[in-house]
């Protein structure tokens, strides 16, 4: 979990306020300009002795604090005070801390009447200090609005200072007291009035139940109250310090939504204000749910955003948690340099003001480098440091990761048993903390030592709790399907350890439901639930916002299209303005989230999507002739589950479930199945002993299982997606796809879901069609009657919307070849005679054949939701960095539209496509990872609707891929006396008319493209 830090929670908040003193200030007794003295002479003659002594007291306090005259301070405090020694410290650590701060005036207000009572008085006092940073003549840092109580006692006929408090404090404490509602109102109407400086002071009491604590009921109690009085009293003070703790509240919670929605509100309010350190104090809080949801680039994008404002503003202060914020973005990206470097920056500043809190979290930060590095002395070392500070304010949640962090190290070291304990604390700390992104991290530790201990129940206790708050955690994320993505990208571990435990005890039924559970949640979603339409909700200013920064975006790549395409490209300028386009197309994947966050509305019911059960896998199978294989690739081994109808031995619905495990790990898979990817990929000669040794690594255990099957799906994991399974040799010499109709799919959970929506698809067309054909016998009926012969067939629906050899501007052309000297980007004869046949074979009425200029991205945007079939003949461009910008080249003939048709720009298209062929190269390339499986172009058209892609896993020679597309769509198309075969069936038969022509024997020319989603 990110800490805000006790103490630098006051700072972000009071960076938003030092702006909106002005509205606030209504301040009396002032010491700016002169002296206590000079003050106190001004005082009330009709005021009490006592009266007028106390506050004499209070003013030459103040004023020794202004002169950091500690000796003078410290003669008014009671040296028989049991708190003499904590306010000493206090002004020792704040002198210290703020060497370089000139306080150019307090004022102070009796905030209530004095209260004497005998020999002891209380006072209430609202404080405003104004101070700069002498080297920058800039507002210093940590000042503003304050609540103190003074507690004084008569001490020799004269008074002295007994106690300090932090108003908040007091009112804290009573609050929690209060055991109804009607009480606490008793408790609040007595301490009125609620100055700024009171609001700011209950918002950190309650930051520090939230985080020292751990009580985020307590603390959300507190921050209601703020929010609720701030509005009364008309704060903007009070209400931001709230709405912000409030996020915070439910950030601790990983109740994303309306955590961001908080955040979004404040953002609102500092940026109409021109508030640059209010916006830098919330860019980092957003920075955080991006971090949260695992988008770290974009979390990255805000952190540096705060940190450079905050440099602009002179922080010296405020600016050490973006540091951190952005050392943890790093340490998460596996760049422990970097990650160590802002650490380290800022470490020295947290330091430097005797931040106690987050100097505990820094070392443990640095401790977490240390033990990634293998340097585990040095990571015990800082651990243990880190624990010795927090012995001091009990920061439940860092101690639980400082904890789990010494328990890694020795996991890692083979101590399992000290592991165990220490796991076990960790995990009640954050169990008692209410942090769950805390808690899945110690309890899917603790059930690795437990196993390792072979303590197997036990481990299983702790992996389905794990689990359990990750399913909840996936429920309450924000922003769009990508977003979501990302979140359970690096959560697979307790699933797939799940899988394993339970192998190990032979429930491979129950194996599999969690192997189901680890893959393609976001698509299940989706698939299941629906998307969020944004457009809908969105105001005006909210699209006209959206529409700048899609513009900027555009613009840019213009810029850089253009500046690629000179004779003599300006390497400099090429690489700001490259800087600049990431930039922009983080800010626009930023608004979008902005927009879900401001639109709780939009929410769509995630993790509510059950994974499949084998009762349910029956209908997948269909029959004996087709086997479902499902590889789950742990750290140290792979398993492959096979399901198949065989007749004998099987469960009442007819399915058999096993499970092989292959002994290989995940590290040494990934390196063969890369390099005999790119032997196919570079048309090499020398590929068939890999792929011998894969088919038996991989199909070589189920190879009584596929006997005498057609038909079978593959769902792979990790690095598996980029293998192409077609071209492996059995023992026979034949390649696997020769005997076996082949398709991938994200989960089996995914393909039931794309199965029933093929079928609703295919429902309601037939209504439509039967709706039009009862029409026109209606009409031809009329005709008839009337004397008129009635000869006009009933209507079909368009079938096919195909685009082959678009007319790409030279500019573009140029400036994406400038970035990759070895891409091939000429014309495409053979793909416009490719789509121009495809025509011919679905005819006229029933086809839409674009080529050329009129090949166009609008039209693509405009007119595809209404095709069953659509089909792309045109270049296809990986980008390796961010497979969402990975597209299409298409024509295009406004400003709007500059022809790329990138991945995130298909996924807010509205289709009802059953099959999308990208007759493209490395369309079926992206980023692939836990959890989703591919992230690239068919993951889009997944999102945006398609059931079923066609799609290559390298750059395809073109005159092979014409030939191989025509034959494919004439098998799937069929004749009229010829019944369709399935898409899988019809790409094998396609693949292997192509390899009977011995020009096209090698796999790299029919074994390139794949089907992806619902292949039967």
């Not at 405090?77 to 150019?104: C, G, H, M, T, W």
């Not at 307090?106 to 200090?129: C, F, H, P, S, W």
């Not at 070392?381 to 020795?410: C, H, I, P, W």
């Not at 099959?915 to 993951?939: F, N, Y």
Request: proline share 3%.
């Amino acid at each position: 979990m990110l800490p805000n830090c006790f103490r630098h929670y006051s700072f972000v908040v009071n960076a938003c306020i030092l702006l909106l003193l002005f509205f606030a200030c209504g301040i009396s007794l002032p010491t700016h300009a002169q002296t206590a003295d000079e003050a106190a002479a001004k005082l009330s003659p009709l005021l009490s002795p006592d009266d007028t002594a106390i506050q004499k007291v209070v003013l030459k306090a103040y004023e020794a604090y202004a002169k950091k005259d500690a000796p003078a301070l410290l003669s008014m405090f009671s040296q028989q005070s049991p708190y003499y020694r904590e306010f000493k410290l206090f002004i020792q650590e704040d002198f210290a801390a703020n060497q370089k701060v000139k306080i150019n005036g307090i004022r102070v207000n009796l905030a209530r009447n004095l209260q004497i009572q005998g020999e002891k008085a209380t006072a209430y006092l609202d404080v405003e200090i104004h101070a700069v940073n002498k080297d920058t003549g800039k507002d210093a840092e940590g000042f503003g609005r304050m609540a103190h109580t003074l507690r004084f006692v008569n001490e020799n006929g004269g008074w002295k200072i007994w106690q300090l408090m932090n108003t908040a404090e007091e009112l804290t404490i009573e609050l929690l007291a209060a055991k109804t509602d009607d009480e606490r109102a008793v408790v609040l109407k007595g301490s009125e009035p609620f100055t700024d400086g009171l609001l700011r002071g209950l918002a950190d009491q309650a930051q520090s139940l939230l985080e020292r604590k751990g009580n985020d009921a307590q603390a959300e109690m507190v921050f209601n109250i703020v929010l609720t009085t701030g509005k009364r009293v008309n704060s903007l003070l009070g209400t931001a310090n709230a709405l912000m703790g409030l996020g915070d509240v439910y950030v601790a919670r990983g109740d994303y939504v309306p955590a961001a929605d908080n955040y979004q509100q404040v953002m609102k309010l500092a940026e109409s204000l021109g508030v640059k350190q209010g916006i830098a104090a919330v860019s980092v809080k957003l920075g955080n749910i991006h971090y949260y949801q695992g988008n770290f680039p974009q979390a990255m994008e805000y952190y540096q955003r705060s940190a450079k404002l905050f440099e602009e503003l002179g922080s010296t202060q405020e600016i050490a948690y973006p540091l951190l914020s952005i050392g943890n973005a790093y340490f998460a990206q596996r760049n422990h340099t970097q990650a160590l470097e802002y650490y380290q920056r800022s470490l020295r500043v947290y330091e430097r003001i005797f931040d106690k809190a987050g100097t505990a979290y820094l070392l443990n930060r640095i401790a977490a480098v240390h033990a990634a590095q293998e340097r585990y002395s040095e990571a015990i070392d800082f651990y243990q440091r880190s624990l010795k500070l927090q012995e001091e304010f009990g920061f439940r949640a860092l101690t639980a990761m400082s904890l789990a962090g010494v328990g890694n190290v020795r996991f890692k070291q083979g101590n399992y048993t000290e592991a165990v304990d220490l796991f076990t604390r960790a995990t009640e700390l954050a169990r008692a903390a209410n942090t769950p992104e805390v808690l899945w991290q110690t309890l899917t530790a603790l059930g690795q030592a437990y196993l390792a201990v072979k303590k197997v129940a036990l481990a299983q206790l702790a992996f389905t709790e794990a689990i359990t708050v990750l399913e909840k955690l996936r429920g309450q994320l924000v922003g769009n399907e990508r977003e979501q993505q990302l979140f359970f990208e690096n959560k697979t571990v307790p699933y797939v350890a799940m899988v394993e435990l339970l192998i190990a005890q032979n429930k491979v039924a129950e194996a599999f439901q969690y192997a189901e559970l680890a893959k393609g949640r976001m698509l299940l979603d989706v698939l299941r639930n629906g998307r969020a339409d944004i457009t809908t909700t969105m105001t005006n200013e909210e699209r006209n916002q959206e529409k700048q920064l899609n513009a900027r975006v555009t613009a840019l790549g213009s810029q850089l299209r253009k500046e690629s395409s000179l004779p003599q490209p300006d390497k400099s300028r090429l690489a700001f303005i490259d800087a600049q386009l990431q930039t922009a197309r983080l800010e626009s994947e930023a608004y979008e989230t902005r927009i879900y966050a401001a639109h709780p509305e939009l929410k769509v019911n995630r993790g509510a999507a059950e994974a499949i059960k084998i009762a349910e896998v029956a209908p997948l199978i269909g029959d004996t002739k087709t086997a479902l294989l499902e590889y789950v690739v742990a750290p140290e081994k792979t398993y492959l589950f096979v399901l198949t109808k065989n007749g004998a031995g099987v469960n009442a619905d007819g399915v058999e479930i096993k499970v092989f495990p292959i002994t290989i790990t995940a590290a040494e898979l990934t390196t063969r199945v890369q390099g005999f990817r790119q032997h196919l990929a570079n048309n090499s000669l020398d590929f068939k002993d890999h792929s011998r040794q894969l088919y038996d690594l991989l199909l070589g255990p189920a190879q009584r299982e596929l006997e005498g099957k057609t038909a079978v799906c593959i769902v792979p994991s990790n690095q598996l997606w980029e293998l192409p399974f077609q071209a492996l040799l059995a023992q026979t010499d034949r390649y696997f796809l020769e005997d076996h109709a082949l398709f991938y799919a994200p989960s089996l959970s995914v393909l039931r879901e794309m199965r029933k929506r093929v079928a609703d698809h295919e429902s309601a067309s037939n209504l439509v069609v039967s709706s039009a054909n009862a029409s026109m016998v209606t009409a031809n009926a009329s005709m008839v009657k009337a004397g008129l012969t009635a000869t006009t067939p009933a209507p079909s629906l368009p079938a096919l919307l195909a685009m082959g050899n678009p007319k790409v501007s030279e500019r573009s052309l140029s400036a994406t070849k400038s970035r990759d000297k070895n891409l091939s980007l000429g014309d495409l004869p053979e793909a416009e005679r490719e789509v121009k046949t495809l025509g011919e074979i679905y005819g006229a009425q029933n086809s839409k054949i674009l080529t050329g200029s009129a090949a166009r991205e609008e039209t693509v945007k405009a007119e595809a939701g209404r095709y069953p079939i659509l089909h792309f003949a045109t270049h296809g461009l990986l980008d390796d960095k961010n497979p969402l910008y990975s597209r299409l080249l298409l024509a295009s003939s406004n400003g709007n539209n500059d022809g790329f048709l990138e991945a995130r720009e298909i996924m807010k298209l509205d289709l009802h496509a059953s099959l999308v062929v990208l007759s493209a190269c490395q369309t079926a390339r992206g980023e692939t990872g836990p959890g989703e499986g591919l992230i690239g172009m068919s993951w889009a058209f997944f999102i945006a609707g398609a059931s079923t892609t066609v799609v290559s896993q390298w750059k395809v020679d073109s005159a092979s891929t014409a030939r191989l597309m025509v034959d494919f769509h004439r098998s799937l198309r069929g004749t009229d006396k010829q019944l369709t075969v399935s898409k899988a069936a019809a790409l094998r038969q396609a693949a292997l008319r192509l390899m009977s022509d011995p020009k096209y024997r090698h796999p790299f020319f029919w074994s390139g493209f794949v089907v992806v989603g619902n292949g039967m």
